[in-house]
């Protein structure tokens, strides 16, 4: 019955009478209501006959049967916009979330640019109102409450992605998810920056050295379900000069750099056997990316020292992304997804090492040490 019903619809469009070609497509997709393609032609021809209601009517029954199907999603946007709808906005966005990877047809192409557009004036018209609202309680706000505020409004309106601790290997619970920890909880990072040119004088004399070691970054073995570091593996345009590496001193290195190492000495830095300390000068090649990718133990955090730092050179950690600065140094989580580039023609180089994420007691650092060790320990990508 349904095909002979879809074969009277395409009679009457060619017959030009698209009204009944619309109620016999409706009553066809009534009786195969697992069929989305029935209800979003009936939905076409409604459009066209200027039934715009009935149209979005047909679309939500097909998006039923296929709710996250990227060309109804658009159809049903575009029919809310003409309605004038309030939800038209939002719709645009559930529609431009689904879109497909790879090209699209032209005619696609077109309504998605529309979608970018309504969606953008949307986004705009929020954050004006959000603002409006909240500009009297951020005027009794500090410089950190502000920034969160804003961060809070911005993942509301979808200008920001939110992201969350991942690590590939040890998660401790509870402990507090920031991209980029506050400079008050680490008071010590004042004697690190004053330390910059001591720091940048023997990164000198250590890449002068004749028996100094200079290896790649990211090393494991090919056969490893670690698809996040395959460009860098064993990559010479990733190096690292280490002083300490998963806990153990690299003498070969470290003589070089006798006032770097007491001053780390100085920094709660975790010792877990087999996994830490880790301290290094960290050099990227020019125009070379570091990939997204996750850290492997939330529990400690990690700091950087920018040394020698050439124009654009950026670092991403969740959904912020700073320019390093040579002597300004942060604390961020690199269990959260972070991702660096040298866009330039020089060398970029940072002093980086880990130290304990500061929610941690002294007990639950003894708990972390002790697990980490029992496992044999972990490297420090």
Known sequence: MQDGLVGEAEQAVAAGDLKRAATLLRQAAESRPDDPSLWMKAAALLRATGEPQAALDAVHRALTASPLDFTMLLMRASLLQRLGHPEAGQAWGHAIAQKPTGDLPPQIEQVLAEAER????????????????????????????RKRIERFRDNVVGRTKVFHSAPTHFHFPELTEREFHPRHLFPWLEDLEAATDTLAE???????????????????????PLDQWRPLNKNPDWTAIHLWRNGSLVEANARHCPRTIQLLKSFPQPTIRGSGPNAMFSLLAPKTEIPAHVGVNNARLVCHLPLIVPEGCWFRVGAETRYWKRGEAFVFDDTIEHEALNPSDELRVVFIFDVWHPDLSTVERDAVAALIGAEGGVGAL
């Open 118 to 145: 309504h969606h953008s004036a949307y986004v705009d018209a929020r954050e004006t109102r959000l603002k409006s609202a909240l500009s009297p309680i951020e005027k009794d706000a500090s410089a950190e409450e």
């Open 202 to 224: 023997e990164l000198q004399t250590v890449m002068a050295a004749e028996r100094a070691e200079l290896v790649p970054y990211i090393q494991y073995d090919e056969h490893l």
